[in-house]
């Protein structure tokens, strides 16, 4: 049976607007035509149907938004810290009351479930605006005792924490609202002014996101976002004289590219690049629960999850078992288009990263492991896969050593808690991890041997505002959320007094 695509007769008015509204920027606080005229095709990945356009911008439209954004800077930092707290507030509260027509955007643009873009997407949205609205009011410096040997003398001696500047940021396709909400909410909390490029894949919602701070009352030129192309709107961002600091998330190839040409002008730079993070499962763990969480961990939309838990190794005595569970798991997941009700898993977002993973599935297929799940190409209108289980999975493997950014785990055995921290380990990559055991002690014991940004135990590792997100190594460094989130965006200036 062919799957079919969304039924987009059956859409809200508001989202039929968003859609057929033509290619527009937002700069300097109003939806203008790019200098190009160009455009890009927006498709539904559950049809593969043209539904819409973005703006295809060029560097001129990079300096017309960065100027916007360098000339309502002045003002913004200067604008009392409680101000900048109401205007995330009401912009949170304008998020809420449009929370169906963003997640109807989301679903038809990305993929994912309905349910998924409306409740998680949404709530991490939602979460981390109102986490970074708590904050302006809470910026704050220390003071220092002075003492320098110079005989009779006196100082006073303090920090203060300064916005940055103007931001770039530079985000990925595969949660488009919350990616943004996660760098423009503690960006302008922190009083610095922002230009947003998403990805030229999917990036309606971002332009919805920014109107409504618009009508929320963010002063024009405060949040500005230029949709095109990475090699040129992105590349053009990244090399601008006046933009003081680029906020990236998105592949490691091309988040190093960037902090290579951002060196050039010594900007600042956060990398949230990519993963391939291990789940470490003891025996003695509550096996049903931790098959679920394993599951979610990977499957959930589609393992196009930066944090996605690709790899996941098994305390030997368990492994059948587990094995059969997971593969149970999978096979009775309804794949289908994000908008019908029914659907668990939507298709991925583009026929190149569908080809890219089941390129991925048959080179693992030739090198000796084995697919225990039923067969992952589904025929369909748009770009549907199944969850797939891989298991006999030896460390060597192109698909355990290399993010495949799609619904696919690789299951391998180990004897002994070293030796599975030695294979979670045995990546270039260090984002997140997932250990499930009952035996804290054991968690304990573990944790910190494992390299990574992030350790969840018994859960997969869901995004909490408070908690920074981030990585090491090929994952990036900086970090999103939490107050690090907020201290990317903030530098510290050194005040010293003589006063006798
Ligand atoms: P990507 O190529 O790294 O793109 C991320 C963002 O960077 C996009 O907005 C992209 O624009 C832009 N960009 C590309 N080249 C640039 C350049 N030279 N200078 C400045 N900006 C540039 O990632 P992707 O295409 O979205 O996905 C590819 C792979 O990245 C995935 O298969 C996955 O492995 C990984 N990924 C990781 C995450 C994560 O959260 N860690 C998220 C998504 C993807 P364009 O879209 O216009 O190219
Ligand atoms: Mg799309």
């Known amino acids: 049976m062919r799957l079919p695509g969304n039924n987009l007769d059956s859409i809200s008015p508001a989202a ?12 300097g606080g109003e939806a203008i035509p790019s200098a190009t005229g160009a455009e890009i095709p927006v498709y539904d990945p559950s049809s593969a149907r043209q539904i819409s356009v973005l703006a295809d911008g060029g560097a001129e439209d990079v300096d017309q938004a960065v100027a916007a954004a360098a000339a309502a800077f002045p003002r913004w930092r200067a604008t009392a810290p409680a101000e900048r707290e109401r205007l995330l507030w009401r912009w949170a509260a304008l998020i809420e ?19 998924m873009s409306r409740r998680m997407e949404m709530g991490a949205t939602l979460g981390a605006i109102r986490y970074m609205a708590g904050w302006p009011t809470k910026i704050a ?35 488009p609202m ?94 949230e690049l990519g993963g391939k993070s291990p789940q470490i499962l003891f025996a003695d763990a509550d096996l049903n629960s931790a098959i679920d969480g394993i599951c979610n961990g990977i499957f959930l939309h589609s393992g196009q999850i930066c944090v ?45 990263q569908k080809a890219k993973i089941l390129g991925y599935l048959s080179g693992a297929g030739q090198e000796g ?20 289980v891989v298991a006999n999975a030896t460390p060597s493997m192109q698909v355990v050593r290399e993010e495949v950014f799609g619904p696919v785990l690789t299951v391998a055995a180990f004897d002994d808690a070293d030796e599975a921290v030695a294979l979670a380990n045995d990546t270039d990559y260090g984002l997140s991890a997932c250990v499930w055991t009952s035996n804290l002690a054991t968690a304990h014991r573990i944790i910190p041997q494992i390299r990574s940004g992030k350790v969840a135990v018994n859960t997969d590792p869901l995004p909490y505002p408070a908690l920074p997100e981030g990585g090491r190594r090929a994952s990036g460094y900086g970090r999103d959320l939490g107050q690090e989130g907020l201290d990317g965006f903030l530098e510290t200036k050194s005040v010293l007094i003589r006063t006798a």
């Open 97 to 115: 009351q449009n929370a169906d027509l963003l997640a109807e955007i989301e679903t038809i643009d990305v993929g994912m479930p309905l349910w």
């Open 178 to 271: 919350m990616m943004a909400a996660w760098k423009i909410a503690p960006a302008v909390a922190a009083g610095c002014t922002i230009v947003v490029k998403p990805s030229e894949v999917a990036g309606l919602s971002v332009l919805v996101l920014a109107d409504l701070a618009r009508q929320a009352g963010f002063p024009d030129g405060v949040i500005n976002v230029v949709t095109g192309k990475g090699s040129v709107v992105g590349q053009a961002l990244v090399r601008h004289k006046d933009v003081a600091k680029v906020t990236f998330t998105g592949s490691t190839t091309t988040g190093v590219a960037i902090a290579t040409a951002a060196a050039a002008s010594a900007k600042k730079v956060t990398l």
């Open 141 to 175: 410096g220390q003071t220092v005792d002075v003492g320098v040997p110079i005989p009779g003398s006196q100082f006073v001696g303090y920090t203060v924490r300064e916005p940055v500047g103007v931001v770039a940021a530079i985000i990925p396709w595969n949660v």
């Open 369 to 388: 492991a084995d697919i225990v799940t039923a067969d992952p190409d589904v025929d369909g209108d748009g770009y549907y896969l199944r969850p797939t």
């Open 16 to 27: 039929r607007a968003v859609l057929d509204r033509g290619a527009a920027l937002f700069v």
């Open 308 to 352: 996605a838990g690709s790899r996941l190794y098994v305390e030997r005595p368990a492994l059948d078992e587990v094995v059969e569970k997971l593969r149970a798991w999978a096979d009775s997941r309804v794949v289908g288009p994000g908008l019908v009700p029914d659907t668990q898993i939507g298709p991925v977002v583009s026929d190149t």
